[in-house]
Nanobody, 124 residues
Framework: VQLVESGGGSVQAGGSLRLSCVAS????????MGWFRQAPGKEREGVAN???????NYANSVKGRFTISQDNAKTTLYLQMNNLKPEDTAMHYC???????????????????WGQGTQVTVSS
């Protein structure tokens, strides 16, 4: 599975961005997709994931502000980010796993495919 993210940019605190991740290749073998982010000097962390049945999970830091979704064909993954904060500044990555989300959690090694990332910068 190949993943390509887009939609990053620079916004002021309180603003919104919508990230997209287009998946190609053997998408039928994907059971869990997620968004991760990595700020300079910090480890990559999970932000949200979505199951093949549409169920979602969010990190506490983004609950109520971010929404993960997929199109009906499950070839495009989205992350709607509202009320952005400076601490959301990071490179954002999408990832795909052949394992279900209950098994992957946000463990990086459980995801088989990664995109190249898209930068989100939030100024105060």
């Amino acid at each position: 599975v190949q993943l390509v993210e887009s939609g990053g940019g620079s916004v002021q605190a309180g603003g919104s961005l919508r990230l997209s991740c287009v998946a190609s290749g053997d998408t039928y073998s994907t059971y869990c997709m997620g968004w991760f982010r990595q700020a300079p000097g910090k480890e990559r962390e999970g932000v949200a994931n979505i199951r093949s049945d549409g169920g979602t999970n969010y990190a506490n830091s983004v609950k109520g502000r971010f929404t993960i979704s997929q199109d009906n064909a499950k070839t495009t993954l989205y992350l709607q980010m509202n009320n952005l904060k400076p601490e959301d500044t990071a490179m954002h990555y999408c990832a795909a796993s052949r394992s279900p989300c209950y098994a992957t959690g946000y463990v990086l090694g459980n995801f088989d495919n990664w995109g190249q990332g898209t930068q989100v910068t939030v100024s105060s």
